[in-house]
């Protein structure tokens, strides 16, 4: 069963997390705490989406607030951002490996990556 939720859903169920009591309703608390690390494990943090641009935290935290891409704060205002990594056409180990293998053929051929793309 796939279970898909929206970056308001998963930052209203880490609000009632909070108001769970794990001794009152243990089975309530670790069904959502399981739900919460599936829905955190394709949020990505600016610094990621950073990396994955090769531009500042800054510049995606600008991108957020002006809603370029998706994203949700889910302690609300002046929270840290989280990115839902699917709205990216690649993943950040996919683009870690593309820079790897152009930084390769670079160092193996010379000349600048532009290059390639003439």
Do not use: N
Request: hydrophobic share 35%.
């Amino acid at each position: 069963m796939t279970l898909t939720l929206t970056p308001e859903e998963v930052a209203a169920l880490e609000r009632e997390k909070e108001r769970l009591s794990p001794s009152e309703v243990p089975v309530t608390c670790r069904v959502v705490e399981r739900v919460l690390r599936q829905a955190q494990k394709r949020l990505l943090t600016p610094r990621e989406v950073a990396d994955m641009f090769g531009v500042s935290e800054r510049a995606v935290r600008k991108w957020c607030e002006q809603g370029k891409i998706v994203a949700f704060q889910p302690g609300g205002r002046g929270g840290e951002w989280r990115i839902p990594a699917d709205q990216f056409a690649a993943t950040p180990e996919q683009v870690r490996a593309f820079r790897r293998v152009t930084e390769e053929i670079v160092a193996k051929y010379g000349g600048e990556i532009d290059d390639f793309e003439r």
